[in-house]
Structures are given as C-alpha cells and as structure tokens.
C-alpha cells in the first residue's frame, strides 16, 4: 500500500500586486523582474491569514476527494509564516473545518514544506496509523519582507495548497528529501532574539534575506539530482514523466533544470508568472491548476519536488 492524493485546492488573496504597481512604490520596473524572474504578478493579504488561506484551500480539497472533515485523521501543514507560534496553523485550520477526529501539526521546511508534509504523511499512512490526511502548504511571506529591499520583496507572494491523501494501491511511487544546513544562512529569516533577564536584546523586526545567486548554483545542481534520484528508485526514465511540478522560486532556474534533465519545458507547467513565489504553497497551488484543468489522467506520473530554505529539497514520483 501508498498514498493516493485523491483531491486537491488552493486559495490566493484576493489582491493582485502587478510589477507595475511594485515600479510606484519602488525603484524596479516589469522589465527587471519579468526577465530575471518570469514573475509578472502575485498576491498579497490584506485580510487573509495564513489559517483562512489554508482552511479555504482544505475546504475545496475535501470537496475535490468527496471526504468529509470528520474522516480527517490527519493535519500537517508546510509553513514558515504561521498567525502564530503556538497554536500551530494545523490546528487553526483543524477548528475551522470542524476535523475532530484529526492530529493536527505544522512543519517548517521552507520551500520544500509541502512535500516534506507529504511524507510524513505518507509514512503514518503506510505504517497503518493513520488512513485519510489533509496536507498543506501555506504562507504569508508578505509579513517577514523588507518592502525597502527590492532584491527580495518582488520576488515573493502569499497563498496556500492542499491535498487530500489517503491510503491506496497506487500513489507515491519513490521520494526523496534532503537537508544542508551548513548553508542555511544563504536564505534566512532571524526570528526574535534571546531576551530575558539575564540577557536583552534589541527588538529588531528581522526579514528575509538571501544571496541569490548562492540559491541559483544550488537549485540547479540539487533538483535534477533529486529527480534523477527518484526516478532511478521508482525504475523510471524522465520519458515516463507527463509533468515535472516544481518550486516556482524562478523560471531560470526551472528552464535550467530542464535543461540539465534533458526534458522540454513544455512539461513544467508554471504558476509563478501570477503567484510569485510562494515557499511551501508553490507546489501545491501549481499542482490544483494542473488537477483542475484537467491535465491529469488517472495513471499518469508526475514528479513534484521543493527546494530552498534550510537549505533543503525533497522530491516525489507520485502516480495519479
Ligand atoms: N529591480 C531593479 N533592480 C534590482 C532589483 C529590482 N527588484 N533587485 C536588485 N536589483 C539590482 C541590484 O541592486 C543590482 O544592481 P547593481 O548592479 O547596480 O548593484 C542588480 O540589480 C543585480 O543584482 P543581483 O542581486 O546581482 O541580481 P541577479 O542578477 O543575481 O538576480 C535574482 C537576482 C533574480 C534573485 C537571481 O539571483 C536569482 O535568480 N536567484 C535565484 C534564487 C531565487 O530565485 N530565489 C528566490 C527565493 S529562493 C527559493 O525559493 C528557493
């Protein structure tokens, strides 16, 4: 037995933030970000949290799989951007749907969120602890932005993924996961520093910071030998592949690892040209626009795979 997803949604905040409106309020322009990036828009919170987001995309999940929030045993939610410290998003979530039944827990692999929630889901489902588990990648990256830094704060967006997965003959097929931490700092966001009697600290707000290029050279390198890796395991060649979903952090680096696969980039459907880049919610957003224009048939294999802070990455062939 695997893990089948059997239903998938997604949930963007209502407001649209074009390249052009981020050219008033900064000193950038459509071209700039558009060639670098291929990212033309994203959305922004005004209202929304990262639990709304996340329970709206849920809602549309269990809807998609016809499971209802009772036969929930399961919660984990992708984020780095929760409402709060404690509880955890899994658990707002877990109250606004009403799945009583559900364990409920958050975890923080950046970018690779969802697909380490996957996972770990998966192997509760295969070790027979659990059968039906909602999983979801959610941010709110909008937060932990410095809006004076344009080298980072155009890159990114808010928005939240789910899926439905639940025991089955077919689904996952192989995954692979991963972390480095020596590099971490390449792509950081301090939280609140010590601060107690003994020790205070400056109440800094901290926000994200990355070396850009550092994150270029090793996504290229990382994720096709991740998905080499899965495929070897799965017995596969990428020939077997209908679609490659990954990361949407930047179009460079997605036709580079088409590339380096030998693969067309016709099978790399994108989502970062409307969403931006948005950690752990990318994989999951771009998997329901794939689900929901009917670009899957029941057997085809698609690769999904993460890759960012921590630094991490991870990688999955999952049979539809
Ligand atoms: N608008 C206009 N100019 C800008 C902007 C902006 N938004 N941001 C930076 N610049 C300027 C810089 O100030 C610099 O100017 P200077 O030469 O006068 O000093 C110039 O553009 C080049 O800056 P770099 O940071 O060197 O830009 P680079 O060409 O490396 O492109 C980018 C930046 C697109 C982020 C690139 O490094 C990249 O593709 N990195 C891959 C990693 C990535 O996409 N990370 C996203 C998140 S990580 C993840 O999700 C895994």
Request: glycine fraction near 8%; aromatic fraction near 6%; charged fraction near 20%.
């Given at each position: ?154 890159l990114f967006g808010d928005g939240a993924g ?146 960012g802070g921590g630094l991490t990455w991870g ?6």
């Amino acid at each position: 037995m695997t893990t089948r997803i059997i239903g998938t949604g997604r949930c963007l905040p209502e407001t649209v933030v074009t390249n052009d409106y981020l050219s008033t309020i900064m000193d950038t322009s459509d071209e700039w970000i558009s060639s670098r990036t291929g990212i033309k828009e994203r959305r922004i919170v005004k209202n929304e949290t990262t639990a709304s987001m996340s329970a709206e995309a849920a809602r549309q999940a269990m809807e998609d799989a016809g499971v209802t929030a009772e036969e929930i045993d399961l919660i984990i939610v992708g984020t780095l951007t929760g409402d709060y410290i404690t509880p955890s998003t899994a658990c707002e979530v877990q109250a606004a749907i009403g799945a009583v039944n559900a364990m409920a827990f958050d975890v923080n692999a950046a970018c690779t969120g969802f697909i380490v929630a996957l996972n770990t889901a998966h192997l509760y489902i295969q070790a027979g602890i659990y059968r039906t588990a909602l999983v979801i990648g959610a941010e709110t990256l909008s937060k932990i932005m410095d809006w004076n830094d344009r080298s980072t704060c155009v890159l990114f967006g808010d928005g939240a993924g789910a899926a439905i997965v639940r025991s089955n003959e077919k689904g996952i097929m192989s995954f692979v996961q991963g972390a480095d931490g020596a590099k971490g700092l390449s792509l950081a966001c301090k939280d609140r520093a010590n601060n107690n009697p003994l020790v205070q600290n400056p109440k800094d707000l901290n926000y994200t910071a990355m070396n850009g290029q550092e994150v270029y050279k090793f996504a290229v390198t990382k994720v096709p030998e991740c998905i080499h890796q899965v495929l070897e395991d799965a017995n596969l060649t990428t020939d077997d592949i209908k679609y490659f979903i990954l990361h949407q952090a930047n179009i460079r680096i997605i036709n580079s690892v088409a590339k380096r696969l030998k693969v067309s980039e016709d099978k790399f459907p994108i989502s970062l040209d409307h969403c931006g880049n948005v950690s752990a919610a990318s994989v999951p957003i771009l998997l329901d626009e794939v689900n929901k224009n009917g670009l899957l048939q029941k057997g085809d294999k698609i690769v999904i795979s993460g890759f960012g802070g921590g630094l991490t990455w991870g990688a999955d062939i999952i049979e539809w």
